[in-house]
């Protein structure tokens, strides 16, 4: 089983900056992609932003230019950080992943999340 633990969220005010983990935990063969996503009351929940395992980085274009996503392989971990927000950036963020775990029958993909944590930014 992996766990995703999010952590870094807050209350901000428009303009400031934040910046969150996700630490991935348990019996793990490789992780593939891991992104953030949010969601808002009445929205369904939307990628921000994912990173592969190659490094590659995709983001929503809301955030382009304001928020970088990045990860520390060695640790297992996906960092967002994020500038110059917006109250619209408001709402729960999640961590994502998808990886390969190794049973007594092979290989066997998964997807993991988080349990979110929630980022207010004030007008």
């Known amino acids: 089983q992996v766990q995703l ?3 870094g969220g807050g209350l901000v ?3 400031g900056s934040l ?3 996700c630490a991935a935990s348990g019996s793990f063969f490789s992780l593939n ?4 996503y949010r969601q808002t009351p009445g929205k369904q929940r939307e990628l921000v932003a994912v990173t592969t395992s190659g490094g590659s980085t995709s983001y929503t ?3 382009k230019g304001r928020f970088t996503i990045s990860r520390d392989s060695a640790k297992n971990t996906a960092y967002l950080q994020m500038y110059s927000l917006k109250p619209e950036d408001t709402g729960v963020y999640y961590c994502n992943t998808h990886g390969l775990m190794l049973t007594s029958g092979g290989y066997r ?3 993991s999340w988080g349990q979110g944590t929630q980022v207010t930014v004030s007008s």
């Open 5 to 7: 633990v999010e952590s």
């Open 13 to 15: 005010q428009a303009g």
């Open 19 to 21: 910046r969150l983990s």
């Open 33 to 36: 992609d891991m992104g953030w």
């Open 61 to 63: 274009d809301s955030v």
């Open 109 to 111: 993909a998964f997807e």
